[in-house]
């Protein structure tokens, strides 16, 4: 995580770590940066950690918070909307999955997980440092949103066309939602939705983990343009 945030720029603010074995060439990199190094014994090391067994090495990282004028729309875009995602698990392995296909702009609604949860930033293996996430946002403000930057909004939903079908073709730029875990999309959403995707299941499954769900429908969506 510490080599996920330093090789991702993240703005590290001190690392702390146990004993030097293994750690020399992130730790030479880090000192060559100006990053404040210090070293400090097991229990320091334990007593700092959110984990039980911490690897020993950590860092203070500054939060860094996004808002609607840092979010970039152009004709190929993808915005990921993450609406009242509960599971830490989940939300980090969203953030994951999302970098990894090339969506980096995310937007959870108010009663989603906090992004900065250890948990989260755990699961999301480093993703978090090279997201913009903006947080705390009403279905009305994103609605409002997308409709000024003319973004098709799109819903996950267990009515919606197969995003498998071919004549689905999603308009973009489009923003994507993917509701709550139990209850799906909130009801807003599914109103005022523009285009609603399901993933067709079979043998009486009635619905997927949200994080595997979400990473079907962005890679469909990538498989579809081409993987531009």
């Known amino acids: 995580m510490v080599k996920e945030a330093f090789l991702r720029q993240a703005p590290i603010t001190r690392i702390f770590y146990k004993e030097a074995e293994g750690l020399g060439d992130l730790l030479r990199a880090a000192a060559e940066a100006n990053i404040p190094i210090i070293e400090v014994s097991e229990t320091v090391i334990r007593k700092m950690s959110s984990t039980e067994e911490p690897q020993g090495i950590l860092a203070t990282v500054k939060m860094t918070f996004a808002g609607w004028d840092d979010v970039v729309v152009n004709k190929d875009t993808i915005l990921l909307v993450l609406d009242n995602i509960q ?53 009305e403000q994103i609605v409002n949103f997308c409709n000024e930057v003319k973004c098709t909004l799109a819903v996950s939903t267990m009515e919606g066309d197969s995003i498998f079908n ?59 343009a081409g993987f531009l």
Request: hydrophobic residues 40%.
């Open 87 to 139: 599971d830490p698990g989940n939300l980090g392995t969203i953030l994951r999955t999302a970098l990894a296909a090339d969506v980096r702009q995310i937007i959870l609604t108010n009663g989603t997980v906090d992004v900065y949860n250890p948990k989260v930033l755990r699961s999301s293996m480093g993703a978090v440092f090279s997201t913009r996430v903006l947080t705390d946002k009403s279905p």
């Open 166 to 224: 071919p004549k689905a073709c999603p308009n973009y730029p489009l923003a994507l939602v993917i509701g709550n875990e139990a209850f799906g999309p909130s009801t807003y959403f599914l109103e005022m939705a523009q285009e609603k995707y399901s993933i067709p299941m079979f043998n009486n499954v009635e619905s997927l983990n949200a994080a595997m769900a979400a990473g079907i429908f962005l890679y469909e969506l990538r498989r579809q």
